[in-house]
C-alpha cells in the first residue's frame, strides 16, 4: 500500500466532510501541521471540530482556519496568543471546550489506545469537574474523562519512511504522536522522506500501524517568543 | 521595601532542594531560574516535554524546534531528554516533579488557587495549570500581593473559577511569604524588608496566623 502522496491537497482528498471532528498536533506553532492545515484552508471543509492543543496566532497554524470562519468547535489547553479566536468566541460565533492540557494529551493517548475512559485528580473542585463521574480511590477523589477520537488526525514529524514510521525532533514531538493514534486516518507531514531501512527500529516514535498517508512538507517553523541571551564581549 | 518581582523570584529560589525536579510557570516564576543556588542541583521540566531545560539561545542557536511552555526559543543541556504530552503529564500527574512554581490572580487562605480566567472577560485557558496543581508534590505561588487596583489577591474564597480546590502549600508575595496548610489555614512566615504586619494586614482579606 502506497503510503506517500504528492502534496498535501492529494493526500487529503476523500477524507474531507463538513462538520467532521479533526485533531491537530502542534504546541504553540511548534511542531504544528503547517501544509495540511493550509490545505484544509484551500478545501473549504467547514464546520469544523478542532483538537488542538492550542488555536495558532492570527495569520498562522490554526489561527487561518478561525479567520476564514470553518471552525465550529475548539478543543484546546490555551488559546491566549490568539486575538481572533478570543474574539469569536466572547462574541458566541465559536464554541470552546477547555481541557487541562494533561487531560487533552490523555484523552488523545486513551482514545488512541482503545481506553473509552479514565479517571484523574485533574480539575477536581473546579469548572472542569462539573457533570462528570467524581470516584474516590485510597481516599483521594477524581473525575472521570473520556477518551477522544477523530475523522481525521494531522501531525507534523522530522522524519518519516514509506511505511510511515515517524521520527520527531525536539520539544515538537508534543501532541503529535498521541493524535497520530487517535485518527480514523492519520495523515502525517515530514521535513525529510528516508529510504526504508533508515531508521533504528529502537528509535522510532510513531510506528507506521498509525499512519495512513504521508508528504514531504515545506516549513516555515515560525517561533513565536523569540528569546535570546547576550554573548559577554570577550 | 517591598520585593520586586527578581527579589520574588530569589526568594523562591530558596524552596529548590539539591535533586528536584522543577516545574516553574510563565512570568515570574521563569526568573526563579536565575537563582538557583550553585551549590543545588536541579533539573527543570518544561510541560511541552522536555526535561533538563537550558537557557535561552544566543542569536546564532535559536531552534523553532525547541520552545518551553510559554513559547519561548530555549536550549538543552547535556542531560536533556524529550518527550509526549502524555509522557510529561505522566510525570506531573504520577507525583514525580517536586515542586512546581507558579504565578496566580487569587489565593484563598485554605490554599485554594485560581489563576486561569476572567469570566467575560478574559479567555486563555488553564494550559497545563490544572494538571500541575493536582499532581505536583509541593506548589509555590509567586504573585503581587495586590491586583493593580489594589484589591486584595489573598482571600477568604476565591471569586474567580478555580484551577484547583487546596493545593497551595506556599505564597511568595511582594509584602512576605506565607505557609499554607491546605484546606486549614494560611500563616505569615516570613516579611519583606520594611515590610510591617499593619502593612500586610491592611492588603490581606484572608485570615492569617503569623508566626515570624
Given amino acids: 500500500m502506497q503510503k506517500i502522496y504528492p502534496d498535501a491537497a492529494a493526500t487529503l482528498e476523500g477524507l474531507l466532510f463538513d462538520g467532521m471532528t479533526i485533531m491537530a498536533g502542534g504546541f504553540g506553532l511548534c511542531g504544528i501541521p503547517e501544509n495540511l492545515i493550509l490545505a484544509l484552508r484551500d478545501s473549504g471543509v467547514k464546520n469544523l471540530t478542532v483538537i488542538s492543543n492550542n488555536a495558532g496566532v492570527d495569520d498562522f497554524g490554526l489561527g487561518l482556519l478561525l479567520k476564514t470562519r470553518q471552525i465550529k468547535k475548539m478543543v484546546s489547553s490555551y488559546v491566549g496568543e490568539n486575538k481572533e479566536f478570543e474574539r469569536q468566541y466572547l462574541s458566541g460565533e465559536l464554541e470552546l471546550e477547555f481541557n487541562p492540557q494533561g487531560t487533552l494529551a490523555e484523552r488523545c493517548r486513551a482514545g488512541g489506545a482503545g481506553i473509552p475512559g479514565f479517571y484523574t485528580r485533574t480539575g477536581v473542585g473546579t469548572q472542569i469537574a462539573e457533570g462528570k463521574e467524581h470516584k474516590e480511590f485510597n481516599g483521594e477523589i477524581y473525575i472521570l474523562e473520556t477518551g477522544l477520537v477523530a475523522d481525521l488526525s494531522i501531525v507534523k514529524a522530522w522524519k518519516g519512511d514509506e511505511q510511515g514510521n515517524l521520527i520527531y525532533r525536539k520539544t515538537a514531538r508534543n501532541f503529535n504522536p498521541m493524535m497520530a493514534t487517535a485518527g480514523k486516518v492519520t495523515v502525517a507531514e515530514v521535513e525529510e522522506i528516508v529510504p526504508l531501512g533508515s531508521f533504528d527500529p529502537d528509535n522510532i516514535h510513531t510506528p507506521g500501524i498509525f499512519v495512513q498517508r504521508l508528504i514531504k512538507g515545506e516549513h516555515e517553523k515560525r517561533i513565536e517568543q523569540r528569546t535570546v541571551r547576550q554573548r559577554e564581549n570577550a | ?212
Fill in chain 2, 1 to 212: 521595601m517591598p520585593w520586586d518581582r527578581n527579589q520574588m523570584a530569589e526568594r523562591a529560589a530558596k524552596e529548590l532542594e539539591d535533586g528536584f525536579y522543577v516545574n516553574l510557570g510563565i512570568g515570574i516564576p521563569t526568573l526563579v531560574a536565575n537563582y538557583i543556588g550553585e551549590n543545588i542541583d536541579v533539573t527543570l521540566q518544561s510541560e511541552n516535554g522536555m526535561l533538563g531545560m537550558g537557557p535561552f539561545p544566543y542569536e546564532d542557536e535559536i531552534d523553532p524546534d525547541l520552545i518551553n511552555a510559554g513559547k519561548q526559543t530555549i536550549t538543552e543541556l547535556r542531560r536533556t531528554s524529550y518527550f509526549s504530552s502524555a509522557d510529561s503529564f505522566g510525570m506531573i500527574r504520577g507525583g514525580h516533579i517536586d515542586i512546581a512554581i507558579l504565578g496566580a490572580m487569587e489565593v484563598s487562605e485554605k490554599g485554594d488557587l485560581a489563576n486561569w480566567m476572567i469570566p467575560g472577560k478574559l479567555v486563555k485557558g488553564m494550559g497545563g495549570a490544572m494538571d500541575l496543581v493536582a499532581g505536583v508534590k509541593r506548589v509555590v505561588v509567586v504573585m503581587d500581593h495586590a491586583s493593580k487596583s489594589g484589591a486584595p489577591k489573598l482571600l477568604h474564597e476565591c471569586s474567580l473559577p478555580l484551577t484547583g480546590q487546596q493545593v497551595v502549600d506556599m505564597v511568595i508575595t511582594n509584602l512576605g511569604v506565607f505557609k499554607v496548610d491546605r484546606g486549614k489555614g494560611m500563616t505569615l512566615i516570613e516579611l519583606a524588608p520594611d515590610v510591617s504586619i499593619e502593612n500586610v494586614k491592611s492588603s490581606t482579606q484572608a485570615d492569617f496566623n503569623i508566626a515570624i
